[in-house]
């Protein structure tokens, strides 16, 4: 079975700053999906970014961008120029055509 | 960490029946249990809370008669879709949240692909 970790738990950033939260996925297949999704207290997953795993060049969205190493089953976001409403829950989560797998969750604080 | 299991993983089912997909926390309790909808992008939208032994509280737009759930135990939570349509056809996902030895954390089932023919 696929299996995703995030191995922080809680970060915090300065305003302005530029923070990576890590992800690292386990699975024998080679078409996924990854995705990181952003948790604010509402519990709403908003979809923050997506990568198809047979794309080798790394998604980006405005100020979101994803540093995918296949080989390495590794996929972690970088948030530039961080904002206060950054402030939320990240999950990074795994999809194929059978299930979706997501880790415990990265609990980000972006400080003024 | 936490185990959360979804029943079944893959349905079809024809055009007006119902289908009903569990959640179950495997190890822990679990206080309050939510129902996410993937759109497509694998966009999720948040249909409902369920806490143990009360009313779901259901997201505007989300049809409380349709998709009902019903969060029977600390480690169960079911949704059922009624009179289903082929629109209602997605993938759903469950999470559960409970004390896991310090603040509540939340963990996400596998997800069930429902296809209504």
């Known amino acids: 079975a696929q299996t995703v970790t995030q191995s922080q738990p809680e970060m915090s950033v300065q305003e302005a700053e530029t923070v990576t939260l890590s992800c690292t996925y386990d699975?024998?297949?080679?078409?996924?999906?990854l995705f990181w999704y952003k948790q604010p207290p509402s519990r709403q997953m908003i979809l923050v970014i997506r990568?198809?795993?047979?794309?080798?060049q790394n998604a980006t969205e405005n100020r979101f961008s994803v540093n995918f190493q296949k080989a390495a089953k590794s996929f972690s976001l970088k948030i530039s120029d961080s904002q206060l409403g950054d402030t939320a829950m990240y999950f990074c989560?795994?999809?194929?055509?059978?299930?979706?797998?997501f880790g415990a969750g990265t609990r980000l604080t972006v400080k003024p | 960490g936490a185990v959360v299991s979804q029943h079944p993983s893959r349905v079809i089912c024809k055009s007006g029946t119902s289908v009903k997909i569990e959640c179950r926390s495997l190890?822990?309790?679990?206080?309050?249990m939510f129902w996410y909808r993937q759109f497509p992008k694998q966009s999720l939208m948040l249909m409902a809370t369920?806490?143990?032994?009360?009313?779901?509280?259901?997201e505007q737009g989300v049809e409380k008669d349709k998709f009902l759930i019903n969060h029977a135990s600390l480690t169960l939570s079911t949704l059922t879709v009624t009179s289903a349509h082929p629109e209602d056809s997605s993938f759903y996902i469950c999470?559960?949240?409970?004390?896991?030895?310090?603040?509540?954390?939340?963990?996400f089932g596998p997800g069930t692909r429902l296809t209504v023919t």
């Open positions: 999470s559960a949240e409970g004390l896991a030895g310090g603040p509540f954390e939340q963990y």
């Open positions: 699975t024998s297949e080679s078409n996924y999906y």
């Open positions: 990568q198809e795993a047979y794309k080798q």
């Open positions: 989560a795994f999809m194929n055509d059978n299930d979706m797998r």
């Open positions: 190890d822990f309790q679990a206080t309050t």
């Open positions: 369920s806490n143990e032994g009360s009313k779901a509280t259901y």
